[in-house]
C-alpha cells in the first residue's frame, strides 16, 4: 500500500523547544517537499529535496532545517528560531517526470501546537 | 508578489449547479497547472493537471480550462455535489522540475 505518511497528527511542544515532523514516502519518488499552511495563506514551500543528501530553501526556509539521508524519508524540524511555529505541516513528494510536468501527492499533515 | 492568485476565497453553489472556480497568473513562464481539494486537517488530493500545450482537459465531472494570453486557468465542476465541499488550491510550475507556486485557495460550499 503506497503513499506518504507523517506522524504524529497532533504534536505539542513548549516555547523554546526544537521539534521533528516525520515524513516518509514508499512511492520511489526522487523528490520530497515540506509545506506549511496558516489560515488565509494557502500553502508555503519551506524546503524541498530532488535528491538524497541535497535539499533548497523555499520562500519560508529561516527557523526551520531539513536532512535527507534516505530517499524515502525527509524530516523537519522546526527549531527555536522560528517565530510562529504552530500550523498544518505538509509533505509532500513527486516522481520529478522528465520534461518537468510534475505532480506533486500530499501526505496526511501534521498539526503542531506550539505552547 | 503573488505569482498564482484566486481571488475568490469563497463560493457558494447549489447541488447540481455548476462550480466555476478561477485562477490567475503572472508568470509566463509556467506551463503546467494543477487543481488541488483539500478538506480540514488533511493534505491536498490531487484533482486534475493541464500543460500549456493544451486548453482543456476533462476527468468525469472536473474540466479544467486554460487560457494562455490572458494568463487564467479555472476549474468547471458539474453537476456540484455536497462532498465537493472543499477548500480549492490552484497551483503552476515552470517546466524544468521547479516547485509548484500556490494559489491561497477558494472554499466551495455546495448546499444542498
Known amino acids: 500500500d503506497g503513499g506518504i505518511t507523517q506522524s504524529p497528527k497532533y504534536l505539542f511542544r513548549k516555547e523554546g523547544q526544537n521539534v521533528t515532523l516525520s515524513c516518509e514516502q514508499n512511492?520511489?519518488?526522487?523528490?520530497m517537499y515540506w509545506y506549511r499552511q496558516d489560515p488565509g495563506q494557502g500553502l508555503r514551500l519551506i524546503y524541498y529535496?530532488?535528491?538524497?543528501?541535497?535539499?533548497q530553501k523555499g520562500d519560508i526556509a529561516e527557523g526551520y532545517s531539513v536532512s535527507r539521508e534516505k530517499k524515502e524519508s525527509f524530516p523537519l524540524t522546526v527549531t527555536s528560531a522560528q517565530k510562529n511555529p504552530t500550523a498544518f505541516y505538509l509533505c509532500?513528494?513527486?516522481?520529478?517526470?522528465?520534461?518537468?510536468?510534475?505532480?506533486?501527492?500530499f501526505g496526511p499533515g501534521t498539526r503542531l501546537t506550539v505552547l | 508578489d503573488q505569482q498564482v492568485k484566486q481571488n475568490s476565497p469563497s463560493l457558494s453553489v447549489q447541488e447540481g449547479r455548476i462550480s466555476i472556480l478561477n485562477c490567475d497568473y503572472t508568470?509566463?513562464?509556467?506551463?503546467?497547472f494543477l487543481w488541488y481539494k483539500k478538506y480540514p486537517a488533511e493534505g491536498p488530493t490531487f484533482l486534475i493537471s493541464?500543460?500549456?500545450?493544451?486548453d482543456k482537459n476533462e476527468d468525469g465531472r472536473f474540466t479544467v480550462f486554460l487560457n494562455k494570453s490572458a494568463k487564467h486557468l479555472s476549474l468547471h465542476i458539474v453537476p456540484s455535489q455536497p462532498g465537493d465541499s472543499a477548500v480549492y488550491f490552484c497551483?503552476?510550475?515552470?517546466?524544468?522540475?521547479?516547485?509548484?507556486?500556490f494559489g491561497k485557495g477558494t472554499r466551495l460550499s455546495v448546499i444542498a
Open positions: 529535496s530532488q535528491i538524497v543528501n541535497d535539499f
Open positions: 508568470n509566463s513562464m509556467f506551463d503546467y
Open positions: 509532500a513528494s513527486s516522481i520529478l517526470a522528465s520534461g518537468g510536468a510534475d505532480t506533486q501527492y
Open positions: 493541464i500543460s500549456s500545450i493544451k
Open positions: 497551483a503552476a510550475s515552470e517546466s524544468g522540475n521547479t516547485p509548484l507556486v
Open positions: 512511492l520511489n519518488h526522487d523528490a
